[in-house]
């Protein structure tokens, strides 16, 4: 079987809880929550946590890192990400909020209303400032919230790596989750800042096996913690980069599930 193949991979038990940090999902035919859903039974991910898709066709992504491609459709389908949660008790949603929009607050309220246990921002879809008033607000209520914020970087002054960063020094009750583990192959400063700040994590989708390995050395097992991208990258593949990492038992069950557990209290 796939899935005892994988979860026993250098020692890890059957029994060990697995969680997928970062799944995206989209009433669409290459990211559809059915489709993931098998990939989560064909792989042995228990658990996932799940963000509106669809804002970027992915199968173009380059298009959109290089400037080449304006988001189609930049509106996030948290209805969506909301009916998976409810059908499937073993997806836990975070919201997707532009924090151009006006009603940033009202939204989130809404959204912990609605069961979501985070927030996501995206500023590929967005092209927002992590310095602006609609971040920050959103930042605060986090912390009071008890959800985690969630973001990529891009290569931009506005919402680049060290802006993240600010964010999280400036904002210290709400935890900050940056995906694959920062901008480009091995971004120091992303390192850094989870080595020296208490609410700042990694998340490793699509990252850089080697940068993951030194990750765990400079900072320990307790920062990072594993996501797949699902649909850009296959979730089994993902999780087999955390399997080869040269740990122990407890890293690699603090970073499977342990650390997005404690996290969102789940």
């Not at 002054?157 to 600010?166: D, E, L, W, Y």
């Not at 920062?223 to 296959?234: D, R, V």
């Amino acid at each position: 079987m796939i899935v005892n193949a994988i979860r026993n991979f250098m020692g890890i038990e059957v029994k060990k809880l697995i969680i997928d940090a970062h799944a995206h999902l989209s009433n669409t035919e290459y990211g559809n929550t059915e489709m993931y859903l098998k990939l989560m039974k064909e792989v042995g991910i228990d658990q996932a946590v799940a963000v509106p898709g669809a804002m970027l066709d992915v199968r173009k992504m380059t298009e959109y890192i290089t400037g080449r491609a304006k988001p189609e459709n930049p509106i996030p389908d948290n209805q969506y990400v909301e009916r998976a949660c409810k059908a499937n008790k073993n997806i836990h949603g975070f919201i997707c909020i532009n924090p151009h929009d006006k009603d940033v607050d009202q939204q989130l309220e809404k959204g912990k209303k609605q069961g979501f246990k985070g927030l996501k921002l995206s500023p590929m879809s967005h092209q927002f400032s992590f310095s602006s008033k609609g971040i920050t607000s959103l930042a605060s209520l986090c912390g009071d919230y008890g959800f985690p914020l969630y973001s990529h970087v891009v290569y931009s002054p506005g919402a680049s790596t060290v802006k993240f960063i600010q964010l999280a020094k400036q904002f210290p009750k709400t935890n900050f989750i940056i995906g694959h583990m920062g901008f480009g192959p091995a971004d120091q400063e992303a390192l850094e800042a989870a080595k020296s700040l208490e609410n700042f994590y990694l998340e490793t989708s699509t990252g850089n096996f080697l940068h993951i390995q030194e990750s765990v050395k400079k900072v320990g097992s307790s920062k990072i913690i594993f996501g797949s991208e699902y649909p850009l990258s296959h979730p089994g593949i993902e999780l087999e980069k955390i399997m080869k990492l040269q740990i122990n038992d407890r890293q690699r069950e603090e970073i499977v599930s342990g650390n997005i557990k404690h996290l969102l209290d789940i």
